[in-house]
């Protein structure tokens, strides 16, 4: 089937304007996001200097998910993320309606995580304020402009990537600088903390690592949007993730070059601890604002994504009506923005940093799990136009890599997690009751 004949078969309100050079920056733009700029402390207190390690194992890991994510986009172009993929597999709603929980769960938690790591060392750079109520006021601006109906283009997506991607650029050109010099010690990538298991610390730090490029999971969002996503999302999808990997793998070992991992993993802003230890001369300034736009960008998105895909529940009597409310002239859900946004201010003040990445990993690994195993199911589904295939074991990789980055997780995690998930089916629970009275009563 052609290319014209399937967008003709899979009729959709939606024009389909996404060509595959955007496609590839829309995902590398989600994929890059904000994490690697607040992370790298983070995997430094578990590697130490061997950062490339956990970021290149959890992007094989991710490749592995990639390639499911890959079949069930280009067999069904109309389909709309994983919750959709779960409903069409397995026809329990209830497993729908957690495989959704948990994305909205995740984005909720992410968002917190950003808004702690905006308000850390990039922005003392500019006014020194304490962390949670600097976070609680940051997402208050996210959910101001949320409600006004900010709406990302792909296009303006496009700039945001290239802002991202020119920060990370300064961190190895800067370190790159510093080595010919003279500077830096090259002996640091290889070095362990002390008394640590290097295959445990990589494994347990690919967890938080993982983190960073979960992000390509958005790109089924806008499957009805892309022209000839058959051919064009695979080569997208993967060629975002590789070069996502090259990217983090370079910071990586430019940070662990730059400094020792003592220094790197007490900086909340550890990327422009590394760029002031190449003693190049960028201003600390142009570097934090390069990781505010990156972080402020990537908590919006989320909020947005969050926001809508809890409208979205709300109207399909998943979550409480109530929660679908709008406001009149923006036609912007209020309620649902309101909701999340309360959320993820609450996580800000009970969770660090750490925590919160390893909540978002956990509650997208059975998002993951969910989607691999589809992929297996549906294979019984036949449609009539070409699509990618990915190669059976890899789905099935795809599961056990994921049940192998379950078993890593802390007690602390997994109570965090549990109790996202029970507010969840609470809320859920509430819904249905109200909706078989209102059924009752008709």
Known sequence: MTADALARATDTKLKRKITGPLLYLFILGDVLG???????GVLSQKVGGVLWAPLLIAMLLALCTAGSYAEL???????????????????????????????????????????????????????????????????LLVACLNARGISESVKSNTVMTVVELSGLIIVVVTVAVLMSRGGGDVSRVTAFPPDSS?????????????????????????????????????RALFGALLTAGVVYTLVGLASAIALPS?????????????????????????????????????????????????????????????????????R?????????????MALTSIGELSTLAETVVLL???????????????????????HFQVWTPVPVLGVASCLLLLTQQSAKVWLFGAILLAVGLLLHLVAARRAANSDSAD
Do not use: C, Q
Request: hydrophobic letters at 55%.
């Open 34 to 40: 904000a994490g690697v700029y607040a992370l790298m």
């Open 332 to 344: 912007t859900p209020w309620a649902a923005i309101v909701a999340t946004t309360v959320a993820a």
């Open 262 to 330: 003592e220094e790197l993993s007490t900086s909340s802003g550890p990327l422009l601890s590394v760029v002031a230890a190449s003693g190049v001369g960028i201003p600390d300034t142009v570097f934090s604002l390069i990781a505010l736009v990156a972080v402020a960008n990537g908590a919006l998105l989320t909020m947005i994504m969050a926001s809508r895909l809890t409208f979205g529940m709300a109207e399909h009597r998943l979550l409480p009506r109530a929660l679908g409310a709008v406001l009149p002239n923006r």
């Open 364 to 386: 997208l690994l059975f998002v993951f799990i969910s989607t691999n195993v589809a992929v297996l199911v549906l294979r019984r589904d036949t449609v009539n136009h070409s």
């Open 198 to 234: 290097p295959a445990l610390a990589i494994l347990g730090a690919a967890i938080v690592a993982y983190y960073s490029y979960v992000g390509f999971e958005t790109s089924a969002n806008v499957a009805e949007e892309i022209r000839d996503p058959s051919r064009v999302y695979p």
């Open 73 to 139: 986009v280009t067999k069904y172009p109309r389909a709309g993320g994983a919750a959709v993929f779960a409903e069409r597999a397995f026809h329990r709603p209830a497993i729908s309606f957690l495989v959704g929980f948990s994305m909205l769960a995740a984005g909720v938690t992410s968002a917190a995580g950003l808004a702690l790591a905006f308000a850390g060392d990039y922005l003392k750079t500019f006014i020194d304020v304490p962390a949670v109520p600097a976070a609680v006021v940051f997402l």
